[in-house]
């Protein structure tokens, strides 16, 4: 039965789709891998339906605003890879929605990893030669799309994280930083750094603006696996006071809040480094761990980045926010291929 709850940290109406709280788990022979005293990881790809993943939590909030308003089928945009369009379409078959997904083709057009997924969770699928998510063309097609069903006679709901959804999908992160902050109290205590992997950034932004929020010391460090860092940071505190503003806080994020490393994007957003490969097989092969060499392993990579520019050191304990993305892995397995033939 559909479970509609206040959300104390926000205030917000949500969903109870995604599967709360997700389990903090140690790994200590990661650890000792990376050489930190203590790590344990958020394992946000375990939070519900679809296979799960980090904007679980930003739907429950997302699609809350969607039924309030009446929609019977969502639109949304993202790259054609994207585990937010995956989880999107998982949402809307659960709740008896249509799902229109706009990808981006240039991020490849085959049927593998989450496009597969999308397909067998039957979202309607078109594509956009549109390559930046901020252009606002595509905030246009989007509209264009919307209208087409509202002559069908539908009542569309437009999700664009980029855009209209921004400051809810903060909101949906700030109460996952509460949640994880009972989690450190109740297990490993208060950590020192917070690791997150960056894409448009707005689950860090929620995690930073929750941290600020309820006066929580550990220092978040983003990574990225998109956007250089300056563009990055300005996006994240123009989505967080958004996002603050509307929830009528009186704290506000400033770009001294949070790090941010740029230095593992690699050949580009989408496509896997040496390094992420790398930190993929290496959480593999300590903790049995999967994660994904776009993502995750990105953001593990990102630690051991930080870790040798000493924004982590090694008496620190850290939280490694795993933040889904595992479906997508085996899009990449020729990349793992060459890998292991050089
Ligand atoms: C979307 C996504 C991210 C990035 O989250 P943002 O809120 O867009 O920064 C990180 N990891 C995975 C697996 C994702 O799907």
Not at 87 to 114: D, F, M, Y
Not at 319 to 335: K, N, Q
Request: aromatic fraction near 4%; glycine fraction near 12%; charged fraction near 20%.
């Amino acid at each position: 039965m559909l479970q509609i709850v206040r959300d104390p940290t926000t205030g917000l109406d949500r969903l109870v789709l995604s599967r709360l709280p997700t389990p903090l788990d140690p790994a200590p022979k990661l650890a000792s891998a990376l050489g930190v005293a203590q790590l344990s990881v958020k394992r946000e790809d375990l939070s519900g339906y679809a296979l799960g993943g980090n904007k679980l939590r930003q739907l429950d909030f997302i699609l809350a605003e969607a039924l309030a308003a009446g929609a019977d089928i969502l639109v949304t945009t993202a790259g054609s890879q994207s585990n937010f369009c995956r989880s999107l379409a998982g949402a809307a078959a659960k709740l008896g929605l249509g799902c229109h997904l706009h990808l981006r083709a240039a991020t490849g057009t085959a049927l593998v990893g989450n496009l597969l997924l999308d397909e067998i969770l039957g979202a309607a699928i078109t594509f956009t030669q549109v390559t930046d998510p901020w252009d606002p063309q595509i905030t246009q097609e989007l509209a264009e799309i919307a209208d087409n069903y509202e002559r069908q006679g539908r009542k569309p709901f437009i999700v664009q994280l980029t855009g209209v959804s921004a400051a809810t999908a903060v909101a949906g992160w700030m109460s996952g930083a509460a949640e994880l902050l009972r989690d450190a109290e109740a297990g490993p205590g208060i950590p020192d750094v917070v690791i997150s992997v960056c894409g448009s950034g707005l689950s860090l932004a929620g995690l930073a603006l929750g941290f600020k929020h309820l006066s929580c010391p550990a220092r978040l460090v983003g990574i990225s696996a998109q956007q250089p860092a300056a563009r990055l940071k300005a996006w994240i505190v123009t989505a967080a006071d958004e996002a603050a503003t509307r929830l009528g806080l009186s704290c506000r994020l400033t770009a001294e809040d949070f790090d941010i490393v740029d230095s593992e994007i690699g050949p580009g957003y989408g496509k896997p480094s040496a390094a992420s490969l790398s930190a993929v097989r290496l959480a593999g092969r300590t903790e049995g761990l999967l994660l994904d060499p776009i993502y995750t392993g990105k953001g593990l990579a990102g630690l051991q980045a930080a870790l040798r520019a000493g924004l982590v050191r090694p008496e620190h304990s850290v939280i490694f926010v795993h933040s889904g993305g595992t479906p997508g892995l085996f899009a990449h397995a020729e990349a793992f291929g060459a890998d292991r033939a050089a």
